[in-house]
């Protein structure tokens, strides 16, 4: 049974960091994309960012970049979002996901595999 399982959310102000980590088990994701997501309050989930699990090509939407960094630890099967500059827009619960097709991550939501979430809330 595929679980992952996020941390790390919580209340932060405004140009503040945080680190979400992502831990997967239940089947080998070498061949995989992981990626988070996120959602607002009355609004559709959205890709975040993704990165290749044994390539480590990365991904990242237009609204965290240069903000954000996805990472992962083959190792620990864990991964990453270094979420730094937070800004009230930010706030949203955060998903990860995975799956083996990186278009169908990026432009859908019809992911494979997802977490619970994880709140994400900054203030101004």
């Known amino acids: 049974q595929v679980q992952l399982v996020e941390s790390g959310g919580g209340l932060v102000q405004a140009g503040e960091s945080l680190r979400l980590s992502c831990a997967a088990s239940?089947?080998?994701?070498?061949?995989?994309?992981m990626g988070w997501f996120r959602q607002a309050p009355g609004k559709e989930r959205e890709f975040v960012a993704a990165i290749s699990w044994s390539a480590g090509s990365i991904t990242y939407a237009a609204s965290v970049k240069g903000r954000f960094t996805i990472s992962r630890d083959a190792a620990k099967n864990t991964v990453y979002l270094q979420m730094n500059s937070l800004k009230p827009e930010d706030t949203a619960v955060y998903y990860c996901?995975?799956?083996?097709?990186?278009?169908?991550?990026?432009?859908?939501?019809?992911?494979?595999?997802w977490g619970q979430g994880t709140q994400v809330s900054v203030s101004a």
């Open positions: 996901a995975a799956d083996s097709d990186v278009v169908r991550m990026v432009t859908t939501t019809r992911i494979t595999y």
């Open positions: 239940g089947r080998t994701f070498s061949s995989y994309y």
